[in-house]
Each structure stands twice: as structure tokens, then as C-alpha cells.
């Protein structure tokens, strides 16, 4: 057995108190504590413009498993982002185990927590999701006062940023086709 398999047979194996979540994220097992009032506020506001003004009708979860990439020389990322996005037509969630690939997922997002390591969702989240292939990555960085839109993922890193501080739109291309208002996620 390799570092890497045993590393992620340990991990699946791992038992969380109730409320936490463990991602295994470019080789380490990560514990997040459950979000502050002001993250959900930020993450509602999220979901909410997306369900109501996207082209396509979608689905969010704030839970969903995603197995992704690798990292050189560790184990496939196992991620929890704080909102994944599907178009709904797919079902992508329906019948989903718990640990999902990530093909049909447009669109992945971030907020970053003030009290537990935002770098986390600035560095190594983005480069998981780029290796898993997702086409959209948003990171809100509250403590940036800055909302980045990641996209065209190739070689394990997203060329393309769009940034907007908070306060000014940022357009989210097709499947979603809007302008999103972030006036209020800090």
C-alpha cells in the first residue's frame, strides 16, 4: 500500500464530532468548525441570486462531497465547498454517494472564514478545483473585502480571474448569465 492509499483509507475511515466537517485537501486532513452567522449570511445571499436570476435553473448544495484531483505524490482531494452548483435538469445530486465525482458541477464556491485559515480556500481549494476540472470557482473573501470568479481550469490552475471588490457587479457567464450583486456579503 502506498503513502497516498493508506493516507486516504485513513481519512475515509475518520470519525468527525456532529457539526464538523474533514476535507482531505493536496494530502492533509482538514477539520472546519461550523460557520458563523456572518458566513451563512454572505453564503445565502450567494444561493439565493443564484437560484433566482440564473439562465438555467440549478441546485445548490452546501454539503456535497466532491472527489477531485491529485496533488503530486497524495491521495484525490476529498472537498466539501461551501456551495456547489448543478444545473437542475442533471440530477447530478440524485443518488449521489457521499463522496461525489465532480463531473456536471458548474460551478463551486467559497467564503472565506475569519477565524479558520482562509489561504485554505485562496491557494490549495482553488488548485483542487481547477485539477477536478470545475468550471467556475467563486471565492469571497471577506477579509479581501473581494469577490474573485476563477475559470477556464487547465494544467491544475484557473487562468482566468474576475475580480470585484465588494459593492461592484461581477458577471457569472453562461449557464448563469447575470451580474452578481455583491452590495452584501461582507
Keep these: 500500500m502506498t503513502d497516498a492509499e493508506f493516507l486516504l483509507e485513513e481519512f475515509l475511515a475518520l470519525r468527525t464530532p456532529e457539526g ?42 452546501g454539503h456535497k462531497g466532491l472527489v477531485l484531483g ?13 456551495g456547489t452548483v448543478v444545473p437542475l435538469a442533471g440530477r447530478a445530486f440524485r443518488g449521489a454517494p457521499p463522496w461525489m465525482p465532480c463531473d456536471g458541477v458548474s460551478l463551486v464556491l467559497e467564503v472565506t472564514s475569519r ?32 469577490v474573485t470568479l476563477f475559470g477556464r481550469p ?12 465588494f459593492g461592484k457587479p461581477l458577471l457569472l457567464p453562461e449557464p448563469f448569465g447575470f451580474d452578481l450583486d455583491t ?3 461582507h
Design 20 to 61: 464538523l466537517r474533514a476535507q482531505l485537501v493536496e494530502g492533509e486532513t482538514v477539520v472546519t468548525p461550523p460557520p458563523e452567522g456572518d458566513h451563512e449570511h454572505c453564503m445565502s445571499r450567494l444561493v439565493r441570486q443564484l437560484v433566482k436570476r440564473s439562465r438555467v435553473e440549478v441546485q445548490v448544495s
Design 70 to 82: 491529485a496533488a503530486p505524490g497524495a491521495p484525490k482531494d476529498h472537498v466539501i465547498p461551501d
Design 154 to 165: 487547465e494544467a491544475g490552475e484557473y487562468p482566468r480571474r474576475d475580480l470585484a471588490p
Design 115 to 146: 477565524r479558520h485559515r482562509p489561504d485554505l480556500d485562496r491557494e490549495a481549494k482553488r488548485r483542487c478545483y481547477a485539477r477536478g476540472a470545475i468550471p467556475l470557482y467563486l471565492l469571497v473573501d471577506r477579509e479581501e473585502r473581494m
Design 183 to 185: 452590495a452584501d456579503l
